[in-house]
């Protein structure tokens, strides 16, 4: 079984939940206190991917990269961007102008990586009603970029949808799909 | 049997023939004459022509002709036949057309396919369906042409033979005697023949019919005979019809060999007019075409037999005919050319480019050689739309095809007009070197790498200043980095120089041969590598890792991803902009992890302890090996930790693994200080120690010689200084006389015998004891004239003893020295002790009174008097008081009857100086409470000695 390594970013405004899907992602933990990150943070998780095609395992040894929020004093440094396979982009469904950010985030991404890929969190799902999610799910779809994988409404709480889109974005950059 | 295969008998045939009717030329080449009447009686032969006069004389040309087998003659028979039923029938018919048109068509089937032969050795068959076509203009000219003429000449005689054999057919049904035969023979031949051109069956088949034609004539006849038995068989009967025949013939016999003649004659014609054919050609001209057309269009298989026919002799006509005329050919081909050649190309376009490939070249040379504008103008106006639909076509193949053309076309270009090709090229390059790289990234690498050196050095020259600012940002940094490396270990060296434990430091590192910084290390903690890591530069991904064995492994990813997650905050923060400057290094208690940067990756080295100099550069040098050969793929590392090479790991574990190569120089440099130190060490020891050596000896030498001597009685009184040194025994002291001097000597050489020797004893007998005894009596008579000195001697055998007084400390020393100045006294004892005054004189007072009583007079004169007789000595007058009633009171009056006693003295005029009056309320020394009273109120006298006052 071999082992490859990919950095992974998350992005997004301060206080979408970043930190809070890490932290459900990779120790299945929840805690409502809010710390705010300051620079970054590194965690890491390896995922096993089932080869459509090979019968061998494939590990994907993921180091995410914890990005300080985006706020209006500060934005995302490029620099922490560079050399990551794929990002989650982190948006909080309760807080308009975080859906809105998540283009220029996305921009800011590929600028970066262009051959990286992006899948989009509509994080904080539980505190909204479900018709409205749906209706943002398909509002901010960005079909038009094609390394755009989709999108998802998340919770970190409920844990929802999270190891989906870590798992969707590790099958992608291993090439699997 | 198919035509196709009977074409190569039919070659051959048309060969003999060939050879024959040449021969017959020959033979008829002299009778021009008659070649003109036969040209006048070929076209009177259709109209004047009876089939009898062509038949029977053919019947002898025929026999004497036949040579081929039976079967062959069967087939010839049977072709011959098919072809000459149209003659028959144009016989007949008055006009000459048909006959003219199947007989071209005949040679033109054979000149064909002899052609398409040809033609099959580089063309696919499918062409046949159009070449014939476009040849039908040329093959006018070919008829025109005498050459082809004669060829077609020679079609001609073999159709000569097949009359012949057409007379030979003529003869049988005339033989036949059977007119009515005729028609029907020839009408049915006529179709048949067409037929058995294309179908050997049905050329069988007509056979077949014929015979039965022939049979049934035979039968006729046998009807028409009435002598003959209708029952008779058919063998007789016909023997019996060749009898008859010979019976009804000989009469006409004649007439027949006179046509016999006459057909001879037109043969002989018939072959001079196809030797000198021109006008055969002028009649055959206008339905050759038409012949063949109706020939070849007839079906594949006659136009393939009209090919086959050709083929074999159509390059030797071209050939010949071109040698001949050669433009009336060029003419001739001209027109068709274009046509043909476009068709050939579209159709196939390699065979073409074969055909055309060797000598195209050389002609276009020549065309070129010979009018260059004109070739230019024809190819102006096509070139461009030439190249681009071949590049269309088959962009490879015209690459190939150019290529080797291009180096020397463009250096030609370049070489004519540089200026042009330059601003040719100029817009493209860029955009054609980045494709380039694309294409391939090493080529472009390769191709400028061994002109960078220079081309930077011209750079230089030509403008210094714009090399150095683009190059500063970068050099400047990596200066700064080294330099500031160099001035810290320069700036601890010294620091330490001067402090006591720098020099100290400074001693050890020159006998070790280790740099003092080193020591200073070594004296910290032992420094150790605790692990290596090779990280991806952008995305912080581990490539690489080493870690020491046995103690707890670092998180390699995770420490990996914060330090580049540092390291892009620091130059994201807090480098300035525009500076390349990185982290060097992160501290951390006795723990630093060094980072060294490159392009695409770094190197991070946990290590513990101080980080020696040499360490830093071994991983400057690491790094720098890892990037030479793994830059590219360090830059496109995707995660996947295999695709790093073996050597990567190697590399980095020699970092890890720390073997100081620097050690080992220093351990031979120290082995070196070491010998030349020992040698010094040597050179100032050994004479040292045989110094020390000689000396223990002498000292040895001297300690026996003094117990030897000790051990004489009569020299042990002696004191005797023995001295050996440097091979020299030196014996001093004094002897009383000459014989024990040498017995001194004797023992010296006794103990030493290597020792030279150097006696210095003196010999001095000893003094007079009565002379001396004298002179003790008068020093101590002399010396009793010193003042205040009283002393006594005694003498006894050389030692004198001193007794007395003296008044002062150095007299006494004085007595001695006097004493030991006589000779023959070895010791004085002197006992000489100072003398002390006392004055008992007591002045005594009444009770509370400070007033001299009158009769103490005589006791201050006799104060006087002793003051007088000691003026070195002072005098201290001391008052006392009884012990009655106030301590106070009772010190004042001691004081003042002191007082009053000193006033008394000086006004007997003693120098005050020498008076000093105390008192004290306690009563004189040696009195108690039991005495009287009185003896305490008192002044007493203690003189103080001149010896006591110095001190």
Known sequence: ?177 | MSLSKNNIADIDNLENLISFSNDRAAKTETDLEALVNLLCDLRLLDKKEKRQGESIPCNENYQSNESATSYEVANGYEYINVSASPVVEAEENPQSKPLSQETQAEVRSKTVGDREDKEDSFCQPTTYDRTPQPEQPTLDHFTSASNIAESASNSIANRSQELNKLALLLLQETEANEPTLEPVLSSTKLTDAHDSLANHDRQESSLAERYSLEKQARENLAQSNLSEGEDENLEESYAAFKRLQTLLLKSELADFSQVIDRFEQKVTNIEYQIHEPTELINLLLPIISELLNRKVAESNESRDAVADSLAPIIDQVIMAKTKENRVAMGTAMAAAMPTAISEQIRNYPTEIGHAIAPDIAAAIKDQIRLNPQAMVEALYPIIHTVIESKREEDIEALSRAIAPLLPSAISQQIRNSPQEIAQAIAPEIASAIKEQIRLDQDSIASALAPEMGRAIKQQIEIERDAMVDALYPVIGSTIAKYMADAIRSINEKIENTFSMEGLNRKIRSKVQGVSEAELILKEAIPFTARAVFLIHKASGLVMSEIQSSGEQKLESDMVAGMLTAIRSFVNDCIAQSGDVSEIDAIDYGNSKIILEVAGYCYLAVVTQGETPQWYNHRVQEALQAIVESYDRLIKSYEGDPTSIPERVHNILEGLVKIKDTSTKDKKSKFTGLLVVGSVLAGLILLPWGYHQYRNAIDRQIEKDTAQRLASVPELAVYRLSINAREGKLRLSGKLPNQELRSKVEQIAKEIAPAYSLKNQIAVQPPPDPVRTAADVKRVTSILNQMNGTAISSQYEAGKVTVKGTVAQVGDAEKITQAFKQIPGIVTVTNTVQLQQFSLPTRIYFELGSTQLKAGDRNKVIQVKAFLNRYPQTDLTIVGHSDTIGNSLENQRLALSRAETVRLALVAEGIDPKRLQAVGTPNPPLGLDSSQPLWLSRCVQFQPISPGFKRK
């Open chain 1, 1 to 177: 079984m071999s082992t490859i390594s990919k950095k992974i970013c998350l992005v997004g405004d301060f206080g979408v939940g970043k930190t809070s899907l890490i932290r459900r992602f990779v120790e299945q933990q929840f805690s409502d206190q809010y710390l705010s990150t300051v620079g970054v943070k590194i965690s890491r998780k390896t995922v096993e991917l089932e080869g459509v095609k090979e019968p061998e395992k494939l590990s994907l040894q993921m180091m995410i990269w914890d990005l300080e929020g985006h706020t209006k004093f500060k934005g995302i440094a490029p620099t922490y961007l560079a050399g990551a396979g794929g990002a989650i982009i982190v948006a909080d469904v309760t807080r308009q102008e975080t859906l809105e950010r998540m283009s220029e985030h996305i921009n800011l991404f590929f600028t970066v990586n262009p051959k990286g890929f992006i899948i989009i969190a509509l994080n904080k799902s539980d505190m909204f009603e479900e018709e409205k999610i749906d209706k943002l799910l398909s509002n901010y779809q960005f079909e038009e970029e094609k390394r755009v994988l989709s999108t998802h409404s998340t919770s970190a709480k409920t844990g929802k949808d999270v190891d989906i889109i870590f798992h969707k974005l590790a099958d992608k950059m291993a090439g699997l799909t």
